[in-house]
Every structure is written in C-alpha cells, then in structure tokens.
C-alpha cells in the first residue's frame, strides 16, 4: 500500500522569518497520527533550507529544496550541489518543475542528469512531469507525460526508483486556481504508471508515489487524494499558509479510512 506523500512547493516566497512562522505552525499541528498516514515534506528556497531544517528537526517534516545542480564542485557559478543540500540536511528535490522547464528553459537531458546525481548522492527526487494547455488542446498529454518519464527516468535503475516520486502537474493548472478534474488526474496518472510499468516493472509501478499538483487546496484535496492512481499533492500556494496547508494534508490523512480522523 503506497503511504501519500504531500509536498509543499515554496517556489521564490517566503522571507526568514515567513519561513521560520510556517515551519513553526506545521510542527505545531502536525499530530503523529496523521504523520503516521502522510508523508510531510516543505521545500523552501536554497537559503531557507537550514533553517528550515532546524526547525523541522524532531518532527515528521522532512526538507526538500526546488532544484539541484548535477556537478560535485568546481567553477559552477550559482549553482548548488547534491552534497551541499545532503550537507545541511535535505531529504528531497523538486526536479523538472514546470517553471524550471518552461521559464528557466531547462530540457528533459538536464533533468535527467540531475535527477541521476541526485539519487547517486542520496537525496530522494520529486520529478515533475505534465503538459501545457496548448499540448492538451493539441492530443498531446499522454505524448509528453511519456517523454517526460522516458528521459526523465533514463539509466535509473529499479532499486533507485524506491527513491523517486513523479509529480503529474498540468502546466496549465499551476497557480491558476484550475485544478484537473478528478477524471483528467485519474486518466494521466493511470497512464503515467502504465509507462513506468513499462519502463521498469509492474511492481516498481504499484509502488511508486504518483502526486498530483495544479492548484491544490483543502477544498478539493479529499476528492483527488482518494482517486486510486493520485497517491498525494505536491503543493504551491496553498502551502504557504499552515492553515491551508493542514487542511491539505489532514485531507489526505481521512481518506485513509481507519477511522481515527
Ligand atoms: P500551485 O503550484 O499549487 O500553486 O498550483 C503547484 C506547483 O507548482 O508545484
């Protein structure tokens, strides 16, 4: 049974003290009964992560950041390596965010190379992957959550993918307030684990973690986290405020159906 995984997706929000307020108020309301349902992580900005990760230390909140860079060291100005983040205690990266592809113009080839450095240095990698609206118009959802998946996950072995989570965001979801119907997350996740079963085997695809994400909130978490193929959220303005943010993940943790919410 795949445990639900919800991510909160800072992006380029938040200052230290922002930061310190939201982590705080998680830890807070965060009970061990639901953490024993759901996978809680927030992924803060590059500078926020210490911090975030003192904070956090002691509770079920694991850090993540939003990118990484697939170089050990050396002349990479800017950029940020898999053993720093391991080195200030990251657990999880976003890669192949919708922004990071389409406003920064990052390509399928560097996604994969950053996601294989990643695993190689042991963080656990959040890989997103979903379609433009103007793909969907055009018939093309399944074609690019094929690609996306194919060179994404090219040269990551079965054992690895233990460590891996897919992320299905339509790009036409995020932050517009426009979430995927429930049949349209079901269709694409249903698909995007049939390729994987593909890829790998049917058992690595039963067990991999397929989140949905695209203007997710408490009002519609229930409905798409108890959909058989959405195995949780990965979670952009809704996580910036602790109260939104456990409404998501106490969501999650009531479809679970033990009765203890
Ligand atoms: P959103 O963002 O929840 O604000 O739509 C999701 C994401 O980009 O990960």
């Known amino acids: 049974m795949r445990k639900l995984f919800i991510a909160g997706n ?37 500078v926020y992560v210490p911090q975030v990760v003192e904070i956090a230390q002691g509770s079920p909140i694991a850090v993540g950041a939003q990118d990484v860079y697939f170089e050990g060291n050396g002349a990479f100005t800017g950029e940020v ?15 192949g965010h919708s922004e990071r592809r389409h406003v920064i113009g ?26 433009l609206l103007e ?3 055009a018939n093309q959802t399944e074609a690019v959550i094929e690609r996306h998946l194919r060179k994404g996950l090219a040269g990551v072995t079965k054992e690895q993918m233990a460590k891996v989570t897919i992320a299905y965001e339509p790009v036409w979801a995020i932050g ?27 058992n690595v ?33 809704a996580s910036l405020k602790v109260q939104d943010f456990m409404g998501i993940i106490n969501a999650g943790a009531s479809t679970c159906g033990c009765g203890c919410q």
């Open 205 to 237: 695809a039963q067990e991999t973690r397929i989140q949905y994400g695209g203007s997710v909130k408490p009002s519609n978490a229930a409905e798409l986290l108890s959909l058989p193929d959405v195995d949780g959220a990965l979670v952009g303005g």
């Open 10 to 46: 800072w992006k380029m929000n938040l200052d230290a003290a922002a930061a310190k307020e939201l982590t705080t108020g998680l830890k807070d309301n965060l009970c061990d009964c639901t953490a024993a349902k759901v996978d809680v992580a927030v992924c803060p900005a590059y």
């Open 106 to 131: 990052e390509t399928d080839e560097l996604t994969n190379q950053k996601l294989l450095a990643a695993l190689a240095g042991g963080l656990d990698v959040i890989l997103c992957i979903g379609e």
């Open 135 to 137: 793909e969907r118009q």
């Open 81 to 95: 390596s898999v053993a720093m983040l391991k080195d200030v205690g990251c657990k999880y990266t976003i890669l």
């Open 176 to 202: 517009t307030g426009q979430t995927a119907t429930p049949e349209q997350a079901q269709e694409a996740h249903a698909f995007a684990r049939s390729i994987i079963a593909d890829m790998f085997d049917n």
